[in-house]
């Protein structure tokens, strides 16, 4: 049986936390909102206080014992920590999120929330489809552009999104020691994934849940 990936620069922490696969088994304790491929970032205090499904591609929650997560299939999850162990974040970056600075959004709504500094926070990359399989068009390099002008890839025929992500991790201050990756192309996984392009209707709505926990201390 497949289980969540785990990654040591979190796991050094003894934050609990995994990046799903085909084998992982549901956790419905997971504090989850209905992604919209934007940039909203909210506390899981705000999702508990509101009422009805809730709209965001990230969540930070620095509740002790409380789960937060990102459902992804073909997009780019990352999951994030202060080096503390007082705030974690889940976000959820496609193509549209990524070029629009969800990440970066995160780590701001850190510092909001904790004053929290990037240099000390710790960010992890999950799988995702990669460069080798995610062909884009035009517009998607136009909203890169847009948004980190900065970012220049090689050739513009696919998308790098653990790359950009990276670049923008660096733009707003965290260092390149406290990023890591996994770096699985979802699509050349189908064993492993529910990747949108690799399974095409047979995935049949189907996802990863990428999950992180602040434990009790």
């Not at 289980?3 to 799903?20: A, E, M, N, Q």
């Not at 990037?118 to 035009?138: M, S």
């Not at 406290?178 to 699985?184: A, E, F, K, T, V």
Request: hydrophobic share 35%; aromatic share 6%; proline share 7%.
């Amino acid at each position: 049986m497949k289980d969540f990936l785990r990654h040591p620069l979190l796991s050094s922490l003894g934050v609990d936390h995994g990046f799903g696969t085909v084998g992982s088994a549901p956790r419905p304790q997971c504090l989850v909102l209905r992604q919209t491929h934007g940039t909203q970032v909210l506390s899981s205090r705000e999702s508990r206080s509101q009422e009805g499904p809730l709209e965001g591609d990230g969540l930070i929650s620095g509740d002790q014992g409380e789960e937060v997560g990102v459902f992804t299939a073909d997009c780019l999850p990352v999951l994030a920590a202060a080096e503390s162990g007082e705030f974690v974040g889940a976000f959820h970056a496609g193509w549209r999120g990524a070029a629009a600075g969800i990440v970066p959004a995160g780590i701001r709504r850190f510092g909001e929330m904790g004053k929290i500094l990037p240099a000390d926070i710790r960010v992890v990359l999950g799988p995702a489809i990669g460069p080798c399989c995610f062909e884009v068009g035009p517009e998607v390099w136009e909203a890169v552009r847009s948004n980190t002008p900065s970012y220049v890839q090689g050739p513009r025929r696919t998308l790098d999104l653990w790359a950009l992500v990276t670049h923008q991790l660096l733009e707003v201050g965290v260092p390149l020691e406290n990023i890591g990756r996994i770096p699985l192309c979802t699509r050349c996984h189908p064993d492993l994934f529910f990747s949108h392009r690799g399974w095409g209707n047979r995935r049949k709505g189907r996802s990863m849940l990428n999950y992180i926990r602040r434990e009790r201390r």
